[in-house]
T-cell receptor, first 117, second 115 residues
Framework: AQSVAQPEDQVNVAEGNPLTVKCTYS??????LFWYVQYPNRGLQFLLK??????LVKGSYGFEAEFNKSQTSFHLKKPSALVSDSALYFC???????????????FGTGTLLAVQP | NAGVMQNPRHLVRRRGQEARLRCSPM?????VYWYRQLPEEGLKFMVY????????ESGMPKERFSAEFPKEGPSILRIQQVVRGDSAAYFC?????????????FGSGTRLTVV
């Protein structure tokens, strides 16, 4: 079965510093990868995706993610963190059944990003 | 474009009662997904539906839980005889026929509390 792992429950970073939120994946075939953000008492919001093409994907709010096939990773990054970036971040992968991609997304357990002023 | 609408936002039920959670997908979206979020467990897939059709219910508990997406009206997640362990945030998402673009659009969730 396809899966994603987010090894850190929480990431702490000072405002203005670069941030990285880690995600590794396990899929058979080519992965379709996504990052979502959840603010308190809200639903998840799409940040960015990797389907194919350039390994560095740019998304909303200045975030980007780097797809690394050899390390099976899709880490989320931002050059300069803001206090308003503090939220819960989820990595997700599109499920694959019978050799084909389905519409079902499998989410990681989430990483809480805390940006200190 | 109203996005994905879930109601109610908060629902309190006593043990043994039924809970009904509603989800209206985004306009133009024909696929609906239900997820449950528990503290420290992340987002767990429950069920994937199209109009009048359950595509994948592999994440649904075998008993007490059911879901539907009728031809007319919202998708309904029904939990019968609720127990304390059902307390969680339930999120609905929708997508077009193919989810390649932006993945899902999520609703704001229903927070179920069983007392």
């Amino acid at each position: 079965a396809q899966s994603v792992a987010q090894p850190e429950d929480q990431v702490n970073v000072a405002e203005g510093n670069p941030l990285t939120v880690k995600c590794t994946y396990s899929v058979s075939g080519n992965p379709y990868l996504f990052w979502y953000v959840q603010y308190p008492n809200r639903g998840l919001q799409f940040l960015l995706k990797y389907i194919t093409g350039d390994n560095l994907v740019k998304g909303s709010y200045g975030f980007e993610a780097e797809f690394n096939k050899s390390q099976t990773s899709f880490h989320l990054k931002k050059p300069s963190a803001l206090v308003s970036d503090s939220a819960l971040y989820f990595c997700a992968v599109r499920d694959i059944e019978y050799g084909g991609a389905t519409n079902k997304l499998i989410f990681g357990t989430g990483t809480l990003l805390a940006v200190q002023p | 474009n109203a996005g994905v609408m879930q109601n109610p936002r908060h629902l309190v039920r006593r043990r043994g009662q039924e809970a009904r959670l509603r989800c209206s997908p985004m306009k133009g979206h024909s696929h609906v997904y239900w997820y449950r979020q528990l503290p420290e467990e992340g987002l767990k897939f429950m069920v994937y539906l199209q109009k009048e059709n359950i595509i994948d219910e592999s994440g649904m508990p075998k008993e007490r839980f059911s879901a539907e997406f009728p031809k007319e009206g919202p998708s309904i997640l029904r939990i019968q005889q609720v127990v304390r362990g059902d307390s969680a945030a339930y999120f609905c998402a929708s997508s077009p026929q193919k989810v390649d673009g932006y993945g899902y659009t999520f609703g704001s969730g229903t927070r179920l509390t069983v007392v």
